[in-house]
């Protein structure tokens, strides 16, 4: 079902924090600004339930009122990111205990565990309650469930926690003789002889536990967020309308979004911060990274919208300092959020709080309620967004992926051989892929994954998938098979699914599909000399690590061999004809610059995928400093084009074309504002 007819916009209010005196007025504002939904109640528990048992629903019945005076439509949140003080004193088991055993206390959020039994039934009351007496109003149009499931808390250490992993444990494996097995507790002497024994990780472990009993431990934290959400979304299911939806935001750690969409939510939300991107210290791509964070909602939840965008500053009082956007940065950051893909941006907030810990996350207006610059900036968005209204359900459209799967994601987090590789290469793909202009996306790779899936990309990068299970492998040589072209990089295949190395040889499974075996691997000291490959004329770096490869089939072409060190002229890139497509290990982290040399070589050899990978290549030429997005919407191609600089960008268009946010067709050099935008009908 589609949500969202019209690209819209929203934000977020809190009528709990201003006098009713005012409410008309700031709905009034807000529509004149172009906002036409409002996000309210997720951190409002005492305005339904002020002690246990007592509920009153007076307050935000009055003003649902006022709102249904408008044509304002809303998002209601379920509160439970922030329980009462009635609560946590009366059952403090709900409260979150961290690794060191340090219990969390009431005056913050986040800070109850899934698992408590009490938490449990005190939230299944809350939801029902309120889904009655709300799911008929007609100015609801979705709800939200909690308010970002494992931000900041992502790890739960509680008792009911303990008590909750030993269940999972049990369903997981059955008995203890399998799960020692899969955790090789031989090791250390750690083996279990009783179901008692077993805890999460805990104090004293820090650093030294066991690698597989800390990714279960993560496992299991994603399947108690995912249960927790489920069940919210099961109550709301029975009393609300079908044409009603359920969203959370997110997305944050130790939690399997592609799952929890699929179970309990019509479509995910994410929260947008790209200014602090700009910090101090933050990496070159600055705010324009949060198109990376962006692509991964989009690979877990096609359809999605953003519940909170900056539209101002931000931070804690005690906690981070982000810049306020310069003028033309909040406009270029809304659109950002649509050329990725959402149907709807909603804007943290409306009026800056003047109490509580996020006096300095500022909003369209500040503590003195007056026009702002910002404000301004907004209407200029709705004016943009009644342009590009009618692009709400388009399909983003890209030829290159990049596969990604949450084991490996949650293995790498404490592995320091995976780990800082994966994480390396992440951003030097995203890196290379933007400054090149070619459209991907962002494939999680999961047990439902289809063949289907994989072949509708000409090309798959799968940077260092060190789990492999039977089950993916054969997927992924389906897909080369039947034309696909797969690189993967160093430390492929040499884990099980428990995080455990075989007794195989690497890459395990794959040595037919790559066409090669790893002979011999070493880290790369990053403060110590540089390793490199030559790739025919190019001088490209491969750092990090290195695999050293043995070809052993008479189909596997070596593209590039080490240069310096012990293995100077040993294999370090190979390409393998495999079925109708070709496989390509890389021997290495991928650094952005060697990527793109890969890319154009593979590019200009695989003629057939060429016109798709490199189409906006032919539109234009457009500096590296800007993004570009290509989007399909009834037949319809657009590009979008981003400018993420202070300075105007010269793009020179190779057809005529119109951008449809100034209403004129544009055809040679073109000038684009700083932080400007353009949306070419193509």
Sequence with gaps: ?????????????????????????????????????????????????????????????????????????????????TPPAWLTEKYPEVLAVDLDGRQYKHGVRRHYNYNAPIWKEKTRIIVTEMAKHYGHRSCIIGWQIDNELNCVVDEFYAEADHIAFREFLKNKYGNLDAL?????????????????????????QRGTCNPHLQLDSIRFFSASCLEYCKLHSDI????????????????????????????????????????????????????????????????VSKKYGIMEQQSGPGGWYNFRIAPSPKPGQMR?????????????????????????????????????????????????????????????????????????????????????????????SNMQLFKALQEEHIPFNYLNMDADTSTEELQQYDLIFAP??????????????????????FISGARTGYKDKYGRCPMETMPISMQDLFGVEVKDFTSVNESGPQEYAFF?????????????????????????????????????????????????YFGAAFE??????????????????????????????????????????????????????????????NIEAEDVLIGEKICGNFELEPYGVMVLRI
């Design 536 to 584: 025919g004329k190019d001088k490209i770096e491969m750092p990090l690590f290195n695999d050293i490869l043995l070809p052993i089939s008479d189909r596997c072409k070596v593209l590039a061999t080490y240069v310096g060190d012990y293995y100077d002229g040993s294999p370090a890139i190979t390409e393998n004809s495999y079925g109708c497509g070709s496989a390509i």
């Design 332 to 424: 270029l950051w809304a659109l950002q959020s649509i050329a990725n893909g959402a149907d709807f941006v909603s804007f943290f907030r409306w009026r800056t709080c003047t109490f509580g810990t996020e006096i300095y996350w500022h909003g369209i207006l500040d503590y003195d309620n007056r026009d702002t610059r910002r404000l301004k900036e907004l209407k200029d968005i709705a004016e943009d967004v009644k342009k590009i209204k009618d692009l709400a359900g388009r399909e983003y459209e890209a030829k290159v992926a990049i596969l990604i799967d949450y084991d490996n994601e949650w293995d790498g987090e404490h592995d320091v051989w995976h780990g800082p590789i994966r994480r390396y």
């Design 236 to 299: 709301l299911r029975k009393y609300i309308g079908k044409d009603v939806f359920i969203t959370t935001n997110g997305m944050f750690n130790h939690a399997d979004y592609k799952k929890m969409t699929k179970e309990s939510l019509d479509f995910l939300s994410y929260d947008c911060y790209p200014a602090f991107g700009t910090m101090n210290g933050a990496d070159e791509l600055h705010d324009r990274k949060w198109s990376m964070y962006l692509a991964k909602v989009r690979a």
């Design 1 to 81: 079902m589609e949500y969202f007819e019209e690209i819209t916009l929203g934000i977020c209010y809190y009528p709990e924090h201003w006098d009713e005196s005012i409410w008309r007025e700031d709905l009034k504002r807000m529509w004149d600004g172009g906002i036409r939904m409002i996000r309210i109640a997720e951190f409002a528990w005492n305005k339904f339930e002020i002690k246990e048992g007592v509920f009153d629903f007076s307050f935000f019945d009055h003003y649902l009122d006022v709102v249904e005076e408008t044509d304002m439509k809303v998002i209601f949140c379920t509160p439970t990111a």
């Design 592 to 653: 952005a610059n060697a990527t793109k040399v890969l890319l154009h070589n593979f590019i200009e050899e695989w003629q057939e995928n060429k016109e798709a990978i490199l189409l906006i290549h032919s539109l234009a030429s457009i500096p590296k400093t800007c993004e570009t997005s290509l989007c399909n919407k009834d037949g319809q191609k657009y590009l979008f084009i981003l400018n993420y600089e202070k300075e105007p960008a010269t793009i020179k268009f």
């Design 464 to 485: 260092h998938m060190s789990i492999v299970t039977s089950s993916v492998v054969d997927k992924i040589k389906q897909y080369v098979e039947r034309g696909g072209h």
């Design 180 to 204: 020692n097995d899969a955790w090789g507790t031989v090791f250390w002497n750690q083996t279990y002889m009783d179901w008692t024994e077993v805890y999460l990780p805990r104090y004293g």
